[in-house]
């Protein structure tokens, strides 16, 4: 099985900590997610958990304080991090990652697991066994444009720059267009 992902440096592995942290943390409030946890033991923010495959998995383990009649409870916050083709990104992950491998294995969507795929950023391109199946062209996550005649992803986005297209091999009998998996924040971010 070959799978495809647009370039990911592995310089980031290499940084120190602080660079890692001064680059990904105001991407991850960028995007909107939470950068600390506050509850009545103090704050807990993002620091480096893991490294690998040219990747970094961001974690803070701490308490939250949800009210005073329900009081604090354990809280955990986990986001995958990388560089692509595109710059920087920050995706987040359940808190119950550990690893960049769980991390990214979160994110993959069941219909692309143990199929070959193409990735784009946050969309995948899986063959699919039978003709026929081919995804219809159109618009996919407002910023992805889909042709099937020539099975090329487009990335456009609203600002920024834009990802490199890519095209699913012409010998795949079918091809579906599949959205990264998403595990948003409900809470926004928070100041440090």
């Known amino acids: 099985m070959s799978t495809q992902t647009v370039t990911t440096t592995s310089r980031i592995t290499r940084w120190k ?6 680059t990904f943390v105001p991407e991850t409030r960028r995007r909107g997610g939470e950068t600390s946890l506050t509850g ?3 704050t807990t923010r993002l620091s480096v958990e893991h490294r690998a495959q040219g990747l970094v ?10 009210s005073r009649s329900f009081g604090a409870r354990s809280a955990r916050l986990a986001y995958l991090c990388g560089v692509d083709d595109n710059g920087i990104w920050a995706a987040r992950v359940p808190g119950s ?6 991390a990214l294995a979160k994110l993959t969507p069941a219909e692309v697991k143990g199929r070959e795929h193409v990735r784009q950023g946050d969309m995948y391109l899986a063959r699919l066994a039978v003709r026929g199946r081919t995804s219809e062209s159109g618009v996919y996550n407002d910023t992805h444009l889909w042709d099937a ?11 920024g720059a834009a990802h490199a297209p890519v095209t699913a091999p012409a010998d795949w009998p ?8 998403d595990y948003a924040s409900n809470r926004g971010w928070t100041a440090d």
């Open 17 to 22: 900590d602080e660079r890692i942290l001064n």
């Open 40 to 42: 009545k033991y103090g």
């Open 57 to 66: 998995l961001l974690t803070a383990h701490g308490w939250r304080m949800y």
């Open 97 to 102: 990652c550990e690893t960049v491998s769980d």
């Open 149 to 159: 005649e020539t099975r090329t992803l487009t990335h456009v986005p609203e600002e």
């Open 174 to 181: 079918s091809v579906k267009v599949v959205e990264q998996l």
